[in-house]
Every structure is written in C-alpha cells, then in structure tokens.
C-alpha cells in the first residue's frame, strides 16, 4: 500500500496548494482528504504487487503445505498465528484498490474508454480469492469491501459454491469484454506488472483460473467441472497456450527473504520418495530443485583413506549419490533421521548425505549473491497438465481437446521443465543447458510416459513436480486427488506420525459480524473458534468433504 498512500499524500498536498493560490475560497471547501482525480493504473499495481508480497513462503509454504505434500521435509513446528496471512491481504491490500478502481471509473466521463481495465480488476480478485477459499472455505465476498462507501460492516459469509460460481461469471464477463476488442480502451501499460496492459494474456489468464476452479468442482459436482473445461476449450481465445503467457512476477529491488529466513526454525531437507523417483525416471529438474549433498568429486579417496564406511542406504555405485532425501516423517525413528542434523565424520571434513532443497532457487541473494527473483504465479505447465487430467478422465468426450492428454501431458511437463529452469538462470541458481532433449528422454521413461499404465497417477505426479513453488496449490491438489497414494509402484506416499490439518481457522470478527460467521461456521460444520488441529483435520472445506484420505487415491 505504499505506492497508494504516498500518491494520496502527494496529491492531497497538490490540491491544497492550488488551493491556496485562488481567490475564490468557496469552490475550495471540501474535505482536503479526498482525492477525486486518482490515477486508477497505480491503484491497479499496488494489487498486483500485493499479490507477490503476501505469499505465504515461510510460516505456510515452507514449513507446512509443501512438507505435507511432501516435496521437501523439515523439523516440524506448530501451526501459528502466523498462517493464513491470504485472508488479511485480501481485504487489506488487494480488494480496496480493486473496489476503489471501479468507483473512480463509474464517475468518469469517458468511463466507456476504461471498460478492458474494469474488466481486469475482477481477475486479480478472484485469483486472490481462490486462495483464500482454498484453506477457509466460506469468506466475505458479495457482500465485502462495502463499509467505506455503503455502511454494511457485516457482510455476509459466502458459501464455496456460491464464490466459486461467483468468479465464473466475473471470469466470463471479463472475457466478454476483452474478445469484444473495443476501441480507444486505456491501457495500464508498465503498470501492469504482469501482462502490460496485453487483453489477449489477461482473456488467457480468465480462462486457466476458470480450469482452477473446474479442478476444486470435481469433487462436490464432476458434471460441472466438465462443463466448464468444455467451456475453456470451446472460447475463441482459451487459456494459455505457452511459457510467454505465464503470470510471471520479476523484480530486481524484491528480496522474498532475509539473510536467513530460507532457514527459519530449520533447513529444509529431500524427501527420499521423490529423489528416488527422479533419478530412476532421469528427472531433469533434480538439480534445480535440490543441492547436491558432500559426496561429490574423489569423495572415495577419502573415505578409504580415512577408513570410513557410509550407512548401507548411501550406494557407491550410484551415479547420483550426491543426491539422498530423508523420510517425510521429519521425527520417524529411522536409519536416516539422525542424517538429517549430523554428518558423517571424515579426517577433517563433515560429510552431510542428506541433500537441502536448492536455497538459492527460492533465495536469489542467499549468501551475498545477487540473483534476480523471478516467480510464476501461474503457469502454462499448469494449464497443460489440467487439461491433461480432465481428458484423460473423459471430460472432453465431444468437445475440440486440441490434442490427446498425452499431448497436453508432454507440453506440460516440457513448459514445466523450462520455467523452472528459466527461474534458476535468474536467481543464479543451479541450472540445466539443453533441457529439451533431457525432457524428451524423461518423458519415455516407463515411469513417466503416458502409455496406458496408471495414466492418472503419473499426470498427478507432474502436476505435484510443478507445484514445487506453490505450496498452495500442491496441497489443493493432494487433498482433492489423494495423490501421491500409499504403497504406489510409481510414486509413494509416506505415512506421517502427526495429524495434518486440510484447512485454516478463521478467527470471530467480534459482535460487529459475529451472527453471519457464526451461522457460517455451523452451516459448513465447523467448530467456531477451534483451532486443533484435529478439528481442522476431520472439519473439510465445501470442495474437500468428499475427497480421499490423504495417500488413499484411487
């Protein structure tokens, strides 16, 4: 809010000095706080900047939903306070300036003219309120933002399905208007952050959250998930149709972490499922995605030099034991955990076997570095590898798919590959020359190639990879799928000793809305106001009642 306040501030101090300077005093007697003539464009970039700045990297991604989907693992820690910073950011840094937009547009007289970004604001807050949704379930939202310009402190508490149907008509009404291709529109320009002001990226955009969605209706409604992909498919422009149309965040003055918050509480380890799984398929994102551990270079010089013998689980045969992971039970009584704080002693040297995740992947200035931080809010991997499960389930049958779901299925994996590629070539990280080819090898592994064999479970497996960064999202798609299930040929799901919780708790408003949240807790079967994690864990969200146990897929 930055940006919003000091343009405030600044115009403010400009009226009253014009002000000051005129003899007529009578046409100066207004309220010297309100700004009638606010530039809408920098209202939008406050939003769309809030939309990186209030990721969820450390308290949520790292230490909680990315360790229960189980891509990296970590000491545990309790669920705080801290979590859920979604559902604040909403209604504090991204939904004012979009409600805000939309008013200083309706006064305007050429408010025609305007009618591509009006169209734009409702993107971005259904991008965000997909999140918020996604770990609370009912939330304020037809009924919100309405206390500055309408009195209502008490707004309603909106049902999934209701937000959920909601956006898609805010979606399609939005691409109504931008495949209208109207004249003399403004254009945000480099205050779009994302897209500079291109109608066709943001019409792109409309359509994969509407995929998002189809995605989370499966559940509760498969008919409509259908119904909305066949929809997706049949619009003229469709969702994004490659990398460049990605909703890509780049900020070279934007450092996500301190010096050591990568860090924070604990280092974050491999998991020995998906290392295992991607050296065996020849994974080319392993070295994006984890560090190598200490047995690099003659290392075996060493070790018989000093008459040392690794456990029985390090391979010296292995042409990647550089790369280890550890059980996803951070506590389990195991023959790797104690591996996990202690080396192995060697001469001089400490020897660590278990390998971190890439820290400067995440944390482009780790360590006095000066990486550029790149971020894909949304990817064209992803929109692929949907596609990929909604044909293979059947969804398409009598619609234009565009392709097989082995098709979308390959682009996927091959856009997934170089995105995060092109994100480790900007931070400075560890990267991979020639990945294509790499890819093309990748995807004829018998544990990759959609040949007809547990299709579904490996087009899952994809969609967690790409997910790596988005803790969100990974953990959407693990509760909604099951996936990855226990005791799995391909990928298996580890058992976890602690109760994982499937959603967030929304706090009591006070007296002002407590009627509406209550009657909102109790129609979704929540307890009000409690916060064990055993209540969040049995007590599911309207898109999650009917999904799998995790590690239960079928």
Request: charged residues 20%; aromatic residues 12%; glycine residues 6%.
């Amino acid at each position: 809010m930055k940006k919003n306040i000091l343009y405030i501030i600044l115009a403010t101090l400009t009226s009253l000095f014009s002000a000051s300077c005129t003899k007529d005093f009578s046409s100066t007697n207004v309220d010297p706080t309100i700004v009638s003539n606010v530039d809408v464009k920098f209202l939008f970039t406050t939003s769309l900047e809030n939309l990186q700045h209030n990721r969820e990297w450390v308290w949520e991604d790292l230490e909680q939903l990315l360790r229960y989907s189980q891509l990296l693992t970590s000491d545990p820690y309790e669920l705080s306070g801290n979590v859920n910073i979604r559902y604040g950011a909403f209604y504090s840094a991204i939904l004012p300036n979009l409600f805000e937009m939309r008013r200083v547009i309706d006064g305007k007289a050429d408010k025609d003219n305007f009618q591509n970004i009006y169209a734009a604001t409702y993107i971005v807050q259904v991008f965000q309120g997909l999140k918020v949704t996604d770990m609370n379930g009912s939330i304020p939202y037809t009924e919100a933002n309405m206390g500055r310009n309408s009195g209502k402190y008490n707004p309603v508490y909106d049902t999934q399905k209701v937000l959920f149907d909601t956006w898609l008509k805010e979606l399609n009404n939005s691409i109504s208007v931008f495949e209208k291709n109207l004249a003399n529109q403004q254009s945000f320009g480099n205050n779009d952050i994302f897209y500079q002001g291109d109608w066709t990226k943001w019409t792109k955009l409309a359509n994969s959250l509407k995929l998002r969605i189809a995605a989370r209706y499966q559940n509760p409604d498969q008919t409509t998930a259908a119904s909305i992909f066949k929809e997706v498919m049949a619009d003229a422009v469709g969702p994004m149709s490659s990398v460049a149309d990605q909703m890509t965040y780049s900020n070279t003055n934007y450092i996500p972490f301190g010096p050591t918050e990568i860090d924070y509480r604990s280092r974050r380890y491999a998991v020995e499922t998906v290392i295992d799984f991607m050296k065996s398929a020849g994974d080319p994102r392993l070295p994006i995605y984890y560090d190598k551990n200490s047995l690099v270079g003659d290392f075996q010089s060493n070790l018989t030099a000093n008459n040392v013998t690794l456990p029985s689980w390090c391979n010296l045969n292995d042409p990647l034991i550089m790369y280890q992971g550890g059980p996803a039970d951070f506590g389990a009584n195991g023959a790797k955990n104690p591996y996990f704080a202690n080396g192995v002693k060697v001469g001089s040297s400490n020897y660590f076997l278990i390998s971190t995740i890439n820290r400067r992947f995440f944390q482009p200035h780790l360590d006095g570095a000066n990486g550029l931080y790149i971020d894909v809010l949304m990817s064209y991997a992803e929109v692929c590898l949907q596609i990929a499960e909604f044909i293979q389930k059947g969804y398409g049958t009598g619609a234009n798919t565009k392709g097989t779901a082995a098709d979308w299925y390959n682009k996927g994996v091959h856009a997934s590959a170089t995105t995060m590629n092109n994100i480790a070539v900007a931070a400075g990280s560890t990267t991979v020359s020639n990945i294509d080819p790499l890819v093309d090898t990748y995807l004829s592994n018998a544990l990759v190639k959609l040949d007809g064999n547990n299709n579904l479970e490996k087009i899952y497996i994809q969609q967690l990879f790409n997910f790596y960064r988005q803790g969100n999202e990974a953990f959407t798609l693990i509760r909604r799928t099951g996936y990855p299930k226990f005791n799995s040929t391909l990928l298996a799901r580890e058992t976890m000793s602690e109760t994982i919780p499937r959603r967030y708790w929304l706090t009591d408003p006070g007296e002002v809305n407590r009627a509406n949240y209550t009657a909102a807790m109790t129609e979704e079967g929540f307890t009000p106001n409690d916060r064990s994690i055993e209540k969040l864990s049995s007590e599911r969200i309207w898109f999650d009642k009917n999904s799998p146990a995790f590690g239960q897929g079928n």
